[in-house]
């Protein structure tokens, strides 16, 4: 066991954690922002999906000795409100079936669209794909990622 | 209209004035056909007092509060109850707050997420809660205003008078309206004057999920909970012996425990849970028979070749049909076994007390968790409460109760409040699968191609009866058989989404497509001149409305334009029929199918329902559209296959779910009607699969009869 410093959603936190330890579970068991959730643990559904220095990644493969000083945004950090253009979109367009994927879902979509704001539905596909739903929610994922894409506001991400 | 004064308490609606003067309404679905009457809570309190159901309330500021009994599992019930209760209230559905309500079977009497059942049971139950309390708040009005109340009306959470030009908020009157006697039978709107039903509105919870917010079991935590992952044998084995040494002495471990062949490993983090369940030193010994997919395929043989069978129906004389036949059609239709695979694994939270027993999670059955629990532990079960978590997924699943059981039988034995957690290897190998079946068809065929003789043995491995045996095309064939078999393995099944119907259906509407072939007739048209036999001369029992299942297939391939769409060479499109009767709602898909690279590929599905009225545009969509997407890709890729008693199949990497590249474009469709709704979790699904599988042989000529339909030569050697 280990003392790590984070810094998640913008506030600078610490886990006392053995250092192989899945980010995703010091986020759900430590600080408790369970809205990273656990689906597989080997990367293959995409539903603990974050933020690291806003690229998107599997929180459940990412061993936390291997953060650093990496800037980590979860679901709860991409707006303080749930005002992000891609959680106004998915509200909108109604997605959510169970909810459980979707803020992995989210982080996906919003990670894209940081990097690609006017993604082809080519590119909107081959990411999200990455991101499993039990549900099939699938033809409203892709809408809600193409609604967030044509907000006026796509820069409009988290609070770091 | 007939008004009760407040004497039978247990049939009464309970109508208490809310801490801060606000108006509850809770009512009796177990005996909501009796007149309700009302209690007058006069104390303040918001207490729902005994044996009362479901219930309302409206606070000073107009905020409606209705709680939602049902476990919600994605089948968006949280969202649909309280819009037909909203809807009878001519409720401000901006106003609407929607809660969860804990199990309480004396209150609530049905609380199951599963069987599409509750819609259909609830429907006229909640619009006569929402109709009482509309009909309350009228009367209030009109006698504040002193009018009849016959010139008042209701509008988005205000009672108006149209000839005085005057209108109050529902808040403002409900504490008034707490004192109107309840009405023995409010009047219920017309369908054709509903404002909310119908539309589209979005999930309640939407503003919890997008922000993600604590809302699913895995997500419940409790100060000093422990967290518990357990190491179960695999099929036909039993617990030889256990060395915890390594895992005991590891970091944030308390205690390793056993019970019935489980090792359960209780810790403070999930983490350190699962490094030492790893490091568990355990042997199995072989307690049953040890299965293997091999040995599956060679029992389905023996029991379709069987003379014993189960009888599930019999219509005239099969054995003079199939010999008086021109023509005889028979086909064998295989289904793998499957996991469920609901996103949020398994996991439940249990606190066994001294004084009781408290239960946290997702369950489709809570009151089958309470029993069990109860029944465990030998205490009487009001001692046992049980939360409702949002369920990430259940299809089924979470029916069981057995993850909820080892969560009170670890919390027993380290006497502390404990979390339990399936990993999703554990979820994936442990069992409760989608029973695997084979199923053997004949029809008998005169020289005009018209079914004369029809018969269905379905082979199963633990699924009981593995037929339907009153589906169509029973009671449109004169001479018809249907028994089953049934073998009864160590390797332990449960209902999936659409039981038994979900690869019953494939195989069945696949035959039918098969036997239309050999008759030289169209596939929609020889489904429509059965079912006209059938109504012209029903043989034996009908247990489906004719006109209902006429109607949906003729809708569907008019959408679709069966038989007559063209792509963009001006070449028809090749497209299969498939139409279903379950879980009472019927719909009819059409697949279409191209051929790209060598491959078919499924390019778009039309899926058209009959559930009766549509509750919600928006939940009622996805619902068809998730069931399409589900049946679709089970068919095309789920397969658990086993070695010597152990599932070959363990995570995402080798069990294959259909993503989000793999979709076709989907089109749905409802029937107007008047009909009472019906549930749609579960009818959208079965008749996917052989929607494809149609499609499939009508583009490449190639008939998939086995599931998964990726993995059999017939899909790989198209070119």
Same mark, same amino acid.
């Given at each position: 066991?280990?003392?790590?410093?984070?810094?998640?959603?913008?506030?600078?936190?610490?886990?006392?954690?053995?250092?192989?330890?899945?980010?995703?579970?010091?986020?759900?068991?430590?600080?408790?922002?369970?809205?990273?959730?656990?689906?597989?643990?080997?990367?293959?559904?995409?539903?603990?999906?974050?933020?690291?220095?806003?690229?998107?990644?599997?929180?459940?493969?990412?061993?936390?000795?291997?953060?650093?000083?990496?800037?980590?945004?979860?679901?709860? $950090?991409?707006?303080?409100?749930?005002?992000?253009?891609?959680?106004?979109?998915?509200?909108?367009?109604?997605?959510?079936?169970?909810?459980?994927?979707?803020?992995?879902?989210?982080?996906?979509?919003?990670?894209?669209?940081?990097?690609?704001?006017?993604?082809?539905?080519?590119?909107?596909?081959?990411?999200?794909?990455?991101?499993?739903?039990?549900?099939?929610?699938?033809?409203?994922?892709?809408?809600?990622?193409?609604?967030?894409?044509?907000?006026?506001?796509?820069?409009?991400?988290?609070?770091? | 209209?007939?008004?009760?004064?407040?004497?039978?308490?247990?049939?009464?609606?309970?109508?208490?004035?809310?801490?801060?003067?606000?108006?509850?309404?809770?009512?009796?679905?177990?005996?909501?056909?009796?007149?309700?009457?009302?209690?007058?809570?006069?104390?303040?309190?918001?207490?729902?007092?005994?044996?009362?159901?479901?219930?309302?309330?409206?606070?000073?500021?107009?905020?409606?509060?209705?709680?939602?009994?049902?476990?919600?599992?994605?089948?968006?019930?949280?969202?649909?109850?309280?819009?037909? =209760?909203?809807?009878?209230?001519?409720?401000?559905? @901006?106003?609407?707050?929607?809660?969860?309500?804990?199990?309480?079977?004396?209150?609530?009497?049905?609380?199951?997420?599963?069987?599409?059942?509750?819609?259909?049971?609830?429907?006229?139950?909640?619009?006569?809660?929402?109709?009482?309390?509309?009909?309350?708040?009228?009367?209030?009005?009109?006698?504040?205003?002193?009018?009849?109340?016959?010139?008042?009306?209701?509008?988005?959470?205000?009672?108006?008078?149209?000839?005085?030009?005057?209108?109050?908020?529902?808040?403002?009157?409900?504490?008034?309206?707490?004192?109107?006697?309840?009405?023995?039978?409010?009047?219920?709107?017309?369908?054709?004057?509903?404002?909310?039903?119908?539309?589209?509105?979005?999930?309640?919870?939407?503003?919890?999920?997008?922000?993600?917010?604590?809302?699913?079991?895995?997500?419940?935590?409790?100060?000093?909970?422990?967290?518990?992952?357990?190491?179960?044998?695999?099929?036909?084995?039993?617990?030889?012996?256990?060395?915890?040494?390594?895992?005991?002495?590891?970091?944030?471990?308390?205690?390793?425990?056993?019970?019935?062949?489980?090792?359960?490993?209780?810790?403070?983090?999930?983490?350190? =849970?699962?490094?030492?369940?790893?490091?568990?030193?355990?042997?199995?010994?072989?307690?049953?028979?040890?299965?293997?997919?091999?040995?599956?395929?060679?029992?389905?043989?023996?029991?379709?070749?069987?003379?014993?069978?189960?009888?599930?129906?019999? %219509?005239?004389?099969?054995?003079?049909?199939?010999?008086? !036949?021109?023509?005889? =059609?028979?086909?064998?239709?295989?289904?793998?076994?499957?996991?469920?695979?609901?996103?949020?694994?398994?996991?439940?939270?249990?606190?066994?007390?001294? %004084?009781?027993?408290?239960?946290?999670?997702?369950?489709?059955?809570?009151?089958?968790?309470?029993?069990?629990?109860?029944?465990?532990?030998?205490?009487?079960?009001?001692?046992?409460?049980?939360?409702?978590?949002?369920?990430? $997924?259940?299809?089924?699943?979470?029916?069981?109760? %057995?993850? =909820?059981?080892?969560?009170?039988?670890?919390?027993?034995?380290?006497?502390?409040?404990?979390?339990?957690?399936?990993?999703?290897?554990?979820?994936?190998?442990? $069992?409760?699968?989608?029973?695997?079946?084979?199923?053997?068809?004949?029809?008998?065929?005169?020289?005009?191609?018209?079914?004369?003789?029809?018969?269905?043995?379905?082979?199963?491995?633990?699924?009981?009866?593995?037929?339907?045996?009153?589906?169509?095309?029973?009671?449109?064939?004169?001479?018809?058989?249907?028994?089953?078999?049934?073998?009864?393995?160590?390797?332990?099944?449960?209902?999936?989404?659409?039981?038994?119907?979900?690869?019953?259906?494939?195989?069945?509407?696949?035959?039918?497509?098969?036997?239309?072939? !050999?008759?030289?007739?169209?596939?929609?048209?020889?489904?429509?001149?059965?079912?006209?036999?059938?109504?012209?001369?029903?043989?034996?029992?009908?247990?489906?409305?004719?006109?209902?299942?006429?109607?949906?297939? @003729?809708?569907?391939?008019?959408?679709?334009?069966?038989?007559?769409?063209?792509?963009?060479?001006?070449?028809?499109?090749?497209?299969?029929?498939?139409?279903?009767?379950?879980?009472?709602?019927?719909?009819?898909?059409?697949?279409?199918?191209?051929?790209?690279?060598?491959?078919?590929?499924?390019?778009?599905?039309?899926?058209?329902?009959?559930? $009766?009225?549509?509750?919600?545009?928006?939940?009622?969509?996805?619902?068809?559209?998730?069931?399409?997407? %589900?049946?679709?890709?089970?068919?095309?890729?789920?397969?658990?296959?086993?070695?010597?008693?152990?599932?070959?199949?363990?995570?995402?990497?080798?069990?294959?779910?259909?993503?989000?590249?793999?979709?076709?474009?989907?089109?749905?469709?409802?029937?107007?009607?008047?009909?009472?709704?019906?549930?749609?979790?579960?009818?959208?699904?079965?008749?996917?699969?052989?929607?494809?599988?149609?499609?499939?042989?009508?583009?490449?000529?190639?008939?998939?009869?086995?599931?998964?339909?990726?993995?059999?030569?017939?899909?790989?050697?198209?070119?």
């Amino acid at each position: 066991m280990a003392i790590f410093k984070l810094q998640i959603n913008g506030r600078l936190l610490q886990a006392d954690v053995d250092a192989d330890t899945p980010l995703l579970w010091v986020l759900r068991d430590n600080f408790g922002l369970v809205g990273t959730k656990y689906g597989c643990g080997i990367a293959q559904c995409g539903a603990c999906t974050v933020h690291l220095n806003g690229e998107a990644m599997r929180s459940c493969v990412l061993p936390v000795s291997a953060i650093g000083k990496s800037k980590v945004t979860t679901i709860e $950090g991409l707006s303080v409100d749930g005002t992000h253009p891609v959680q106004q979109a998915w509200d909108k367009v109604d997605v959510p079936q169970c909810g459980y994927c979707q803020s992995g879902q989210i982080m996906t979509a919003a990670a894209l669209l940081k990097k690609n704001p006017k993604p082809t539905q080519a590119e909107i596909d081959n990411t999200m794909t990455g991101n499993l739903c039990r549900c099939g929610t699938y033809h409203r994922i892709r809408e809600a990622v193409k609604l967030a894409s044509e907000a006026p506001t796509t820069n409009k991400t988290s609070k770091r | 209209m007939q008004t009760l004064a407040n004497s039978s308490r247990r049939n009464f609606l309970k109508i208490a004035a809310a801490t801060g003067g606000g108006l509850m309404l809770g009512f009796n679905w177990l005996e909501s056909e009796a007149a309700p009457s009302a209690i007058i809570n006069a104390a303040g309190t918001n207490a729902p007092g005994l044996n009362f159901n479901s219930y309302l309330s409206i606070n000073p500021q107009g905020i409606i509060t209705i709680l939602s009994p049902n476990p919600e599992v994605g089948q968006g019930i949280k969202t649909a109850f309280p819009i037909i =209760v909203a809807e009878e209230l001519d409720a401000d559905w @901006t106003k609407v707050v929607v809660e969860q309500a804990p199990l309480d079977t004396k209150k609530f009497e049905r609380q199951v997420a599963g069987g599409s059942g509750s819609i259909p049971h609830s429907w006229q139950r909640l619009r006569k809660a929402g109709a009482t309390a509309r009909y309350m708040l009228v009367e209030a009005a009109a006698k504040r205003w002193n009018v009849p109340s016959s010139e008042c009306s209701t509008d988005k959470g205000v009672v108006l008078h149209a000839a005085s030009n005057r209108k109050l908020g529902y808040g403002e009157l409900a504490t008034e309206a707490a004192q109107i006697p309840v009405p023995a039978d409010a009047k219920l709107k017309e369908i054709k004057d509903f404002k909310l039903i119908g539309t589209t509105v979005k999930n309640v919870d939407n503003p919890k999920i997008i922000t993600g917010k604590p809302l699913f079991g895995l997500d419940f935590y409790r100060e000093g909970m422990l967290f518990s992952m357990i190491q179960r044998p695999a099929f036909g084995y039993k617990l030889k012996s256990l060395d915890a040494t390594a895992a005991k002495a590891m970091p944030g471990i308390v205690d390793v425990v056993t019970f019935t062949n489980n090792v359960a490993v209780v810790g403070k983090s999930t983490w350190q =849970v699962k490094k030492a369940k790893d490091a568990l030193k355990i042997e199995w010994e072989k307690a049953d028979t040890l299965e293997s997919t091999s040995d599956h395929n060679r029992l389905f043989k023996e029991m379709l070749d069987s003379g014993e069978a189960m009888v599930r129906r019999k %219509d005239g004389d099969v054995e003079t049909a199939f010999k008086n !036949a021109a023509k005889v =059609v028979k086909s064998e239709y295989q289904c793998p076994f499957l996991p469920h695979n609901p996103l949020e694994p398994m996991n439940f939270f249990a606190h066994v007390r001294a %004084d009781g027993v408290e239960l946290v999670g997702p369950t489709q059955t809570p009151e089958l968790a309470r029993n069990e629990t109860a029944k465990l532990l030998g205490i009487s079960p009001d001692k046992v409460s049980v939360q409702l978590t949002r369920m990430g $997924g259940g299809f089924g699943r979470r029916l069981k109760a %057995d993850y =909820v059981i080892e969560a009170v039988q670890v919390s027993k034995l380290v006497n502390a409040p404990v979390k339990v957690i399936w990993s999703r290897e554990d979820d994936m190998t442990g $069992g409760s699968y989608r029973p695997a079946v084979r199923y053997r068809f004949e029809a008998a065929l005169d020289a005009q191609g018209n079914m004369i003789g029809y018969k269905l043995r379905g082979a199963s491995i633990n699924a009981g009866n593995s037929t339907r045996e009153d589906n169509f095309p029973a009671g449109a064939v004169d001479n018809l058989l249907i028994d089953s078999v049934d073998h009864k393995s160590p390797i332990t099944t449960g209902p999936w989404r659409a039981p038994i119907t979900n690869f019953l259906a494939f195989a069945e509407q696949s035959f039918i497509d098969e036997v239309a072939q !050999a008759a030289g007739k169209d596939p929609v048209q020889f489904r429509l001149e059965l079912l006209e036999k059938a109504k012209q001369k029903p043989a034996g029992a009908i247990k489906y409305d004719i006109d209902r299942m006429k109607g949906i297939i @003729t809708l569907a391939a008019e959408k679709a334009g069966w038989g007559k769409k063209k792509g963009a060479d001006g070449k028809l499109i090749a497209q299969g029929f498939s139409v279903y009767f379950s879980h009472r709602s019927y719909v009819a898909q059409i697949g279409e199918v191209v051929v790209q690279k060598g491959k078919p590929v499924l390019q778009k599905v039309y899926s058209a329902a009959d559930c $009766g009225v549509v509750v919600n545009q928006s939940g009622a969509q996805q619902q068809v559209r998730g069931c399409v997407v %589900d049946g679709i890709g089970h068919a095309m890729y789920g397969n658990i296959t086993f070695k010597d008693g152990v599932a070959e199949q363990k995570n995402f990497n080798e069990y294959r779910l259909i993503r989000l590249n793999e979709i076709p474009e989907i089109e749905v469709h409802f029937v107007q009607n008047e009909i009472e709704p019906t549930g749609l979790g579960e009818p959208s699904l079965p008749p996917a699969g052989a929607a494809v599988a149609n499609a499939i042989f009508k583009a490449t000529g190639k008939r998939l009869r086995s599931q998964p339909f990726v993995e059999q030569e017939e899909f790989k050697s198209v070119s």
